[in-house]
């Protein structure tokens, strides 16, 4: 689902709606669990850009999904993908909370960009939860 990531990167929704239709067009059982949840998760992502309300569920499955896998570096992008939505729609502690998690399987793994992404918007957090002096 690299290519996935990569056409929402530059917006082309046109090619991530291929990309996601061409593996929905497989019998269920030809498509591996880690590509069924990266589906998940790049669906997820298309909903929370067009601010549906059923995001926030779809998010919840992936990152079941990715639980269940035992696939740490695809859990640690779906938790930071999940931590990024929540950020968005307010939920700054369990954003944070995930961004945690995700660093830490980073951590363990050395993925290098994984660990700055978490570290980023962890940063970003702290900035918005960090009480204002005026």
């Given at each position: ?49 067009k601010?549906?309300s ?51 399987v ?15 918007l ?13």
């Amino acid at each position: 689902m690299i290519a996935a990531d990569a056409a929402l990167a530059v917006g082309d929704e046109t090619e991530v709606a291929r990309l996601v239709s061409t593996l929905e067009g497989h019998r269920p059982g030809h498509v591996p669990p880690v590509l069924r949840a990266e589906r998940l998760r790049i669906r997820a992502r298309i909903l929370a850009n067009k601010n549906d309300s059923t995001a926030a569920e779809t998010f919840d499955a992936a990152t079941r999904a990715f639980r269940e896998l035992r696939s740490p570096y695809h859990l640690a992008v779906g938790l930071l993908d999940h931590a990024d939505h929540l950020a968005a729609t307010g939920d700054t502690n369990t954003a944070q909370q995930l961004a945690g998690e995700a660093d830490a399987v980073a951590q363990r793994l050395g993925a290098q960009p994984l660990i700055g992404r978490a570290h980023r918007l962890t940063a970003s957090l702290n900035e918005l939860l960090a009480p204002s002096t005026v």
